[in-house]
């Protein structure tokens, strides 16, 4: 039975725009390594990936800021719009570093 992938906002928010070439799919939370993009991938056009699943892209041939979006064209010809996530989304993440951080300092001593 096929699990029940929940959307991130961010991503749902960036499908609703309309970019100016066909998008693969869109990326959450990319992060550079070497000249791929490794991300969490949603709405694979190609039915390649499942949502939320941890992709490696091809090469980065090209990047390009539209409609207030990064936009990376690979060298396998694929386009992925780039979603950052949120600025809450940050703090809570440094929020729940800095608790843990405290902790495991406390239970160092």
Known sequence: MA??????????SAASE?????VTGYLWMPLPEGTPLVGQVYMDAHG???DGRLIRT????????????LVADT???SCYVLVPPSARLIKRVG?????????LSVGAD
């Open 3 to 12: 699990e029940a992938v929940e959307w991130p906002g961010e991503v749902i």
């Open 18 to 22: 309309q970019f100016t070439r066909p």
């Open 48 to 50: 390649r990936f499942a």
């Open 58 to 69: 091809s090469a980065i041939m090209s990047l390009r800021q539209e409609l207030g979006y």
């Open 75 to 77: 060298f396998s010809g």
């Open 95 to 103: 929020e729940h570093l800095s608790e843990a951080i405290t902790y």
